[in-house]
């Protein structure tokens, strides 16, 4: 009796440990989703803003402030 209890209780601390590590790994899943999202939009703001790399404003640059300066805007 002794060792089917331990057995038993040994299923239940597994099954227990599989749902929070499932839990997890959604959980980063989820996040990741949404950075990767964010991360997206402030690309294609910078693409399609008028202030951004490709806007009206930044035909006055040459092509290495404009990288420079879209590098610094996904960043901040």
Do not use: F, P
Request: charged letters at 25%.
């Amino acid at each position: 009796m002794c060792i089917q209890g331990l057995c038993a209780q040994m299923t239940v601390e597994r099954k227990d440990e599989e749902r929070l590590c499932d839990h997890l790994i959604t959980a980063a899943r989820r996040r990741d989703h949404v950075i990767a999202v964010k991360q997206r939009d402030k690309v294609l703001n910078i693409m399609t803003n008028r202030h951004g790399a490709w806007g009206t404003i930044a035909h006055e640059y040459d092509a290495s402030t404009v990288l420079l300066l879209m590098v610094s805007q996904v960043i901040g």
